[in-house]
């Protein structure tokens, strides 16, 4: 097919995708096609936070966190430590993408149009307190590193959560998301601030990017992770900025630096060597146990366009209307996404707890081989040494019988 042209511009022609094709893109840009496809080691989790742009950290600990959950689905040999090794190292740091997560540090100067923005009276989660801030501020000037534990406040009341903080832990966030302060590692969940002047590698990009830098870096970025998007995804959870965005991926598209793409009749861009992805093959030999805020599943809305799979996290659901579960995971079985499982580890018994197995396939007994030395590697990742599955459902229907000889060729 021929280029198409705009006034002086030439526009690459639409690349049509199947759906299966769309998925397979996905996944490879996501590296979920195949074990490990970041590689090993610390090595590995510093390669899988570069390519991925950010990792979300969420305090959910019902089974190994999220940013743990994220990068043990990626990278050989993971250990919940290397995050802290890559920040000591300041190979990535914490901050804010449209959620809290890890960022390569190389992207560190496209934290700062947030940072400005905060500091110039852009209202984040709490008003601002300057005396408190100050206060908190000197402290760490004169004794360096310090948590908001270390900070006097009254012991005798119970804290009620977020809503309950204290005005130097208040203080200490609004200077963190201002960008006085870095988090240079966690004790436990909790935050350790020092001063971004004394965090920083030496020689880092310190210049603030201009409008245009910002918007075509959150394209490349989205677009080497997913492959391709729609101007809406890309802009997701990032405030007014969609039109922006929108228009900066036309001008990227007249200048050949993106191509068109369509999936079943819906319009996305991608970058211009995606079909030499499409090349790679994806395992059909494996199974993934997906965390809820996974990058690859985070936009629930894509993930039902894309792999047709409708999925929320019931967290959040009252408990009586919970079909699937408090915290049901999604189930990756080669390009496919056949169920969701809900579990959670007792850590004193190390027994990891299936509450509920919802199977999503007409293939149940190919899937439950496959999913065998996936749960057993889930169940030694959360610290457990056996595992109890409570409930085996199917939108197929189940019987009995069937449930329950799923449920023994699952016990470990």
């Known amino acids: 097919m021929a280029k198409s042209c705009r006034g002086n511009s030439v526009i690459l022609p639409p690349l049509e995708l199947t759906q ?36 979300q950290i969420d305090s959910i600990s019902v089974i190994q966190r999220a940013h743990h959950h994220c990068l043990w689905s990626r990278v050989k040999n993971y250990q919940p430590d290397f995050i802290e090794q890559l920040i000591a190292q300041k190979q990535i740091f914490e901050y804010w993408s449209h959620a809290a997560a890890y960022l390569p540090i190389q992207d560190y100067r496209f934290s700062l149009p947030k940072k ?18 100050k206060r908190v ?16 406040h009254d012991h005798t009341k119970k804290s009620n959560g977020w809503w ?42 310190t210049t603030v990017p201009s409008a245009i830098e910002f918007e075509r870096h959150l394209i490349s970025r989205y677009l080497c992770a997913h492959g391709f998007a729609s101007a809406p995804q890309i802009s997701y959870l990032r405030k007014g900025l969609k039109s922006q965005i929108t228009q900066t991926c036309e001008q990227m598209l007249e200048n050949s630096e993106l191509q068109p793409v369509t999936v079943a009749g819906q319009g996305y861009y991608a970058l211009p060597n995606v079909t030499d992805l499409l090349k790679q093959s994806v395992n059909r030999n494996q199974v993934q146990i997906l965390s809820p ?30 079909q699937y579960g408090y915290f049901s995971l999604p189930l990756l079985w080669g390009a496919e996404f056949v169920g969701r499982m809900d579990a959670k580890i007792d850590r004193k018994t190390q027994l990891l707890h299936i509450q509920n197995l919802h199977l999503e396939t007409s293939k149940v007994d190919d899937f439950i081989k496959v999913l065998q030395p996936s749960l057993k590697a889930f169940m030694q990742f959360n610290g457990g040494n056996d595992m109890q599955v409570h409930k085996v459902t199917s939108n197929q229907g189940l019987a009995a019988n069937h449930q329950a000889d799923i449920k023994k060729r699952l016990q470990m």
């Open 293 to 322: 805020f996974d990058n690859a599943v985070i936009q629930r809305k894509r993930l039902s366009e894309i792999f047709s799979f409708d999925y929320q996290i019931e967290c959040y659901v009252p408990p009586a209307k919970r």
């Open 137 to 152: 501020l000197k402290r760490i000037q004169q004794e360096g590193p310090l948590r908001a534990k270390d900070f006097e």
């Open 164 to 205: 309950d903080w204290k005005p130097d832990k208040i203080a200490l966030e609004q200077l963190f998301i201002e960008g006085e302060l870095m988090v240079v590692e966690r004790q436990g969940f909790h935050k350790v601030y020092d001063l971004t002047e004394r965090v920083l590698p030496a020689g880092i990009d």
């Open 20 to 55: 299966k094709q769309a998925c397979k893109l996905a996944l490879v840009c996501q590296g979920l096609h195949k074990n490990f496809a970041f590689g090993q080691g610390i090595k590995g989790v510093n390669a899988a936070v570069k390519h991925l742009s950010y990792i």
């Open 116 to 133: 400005h923005a905060i500091a110039a009276g852009e209202k984040h989660w709490r008003e601002k307190n300057p005396i408190a801030e």
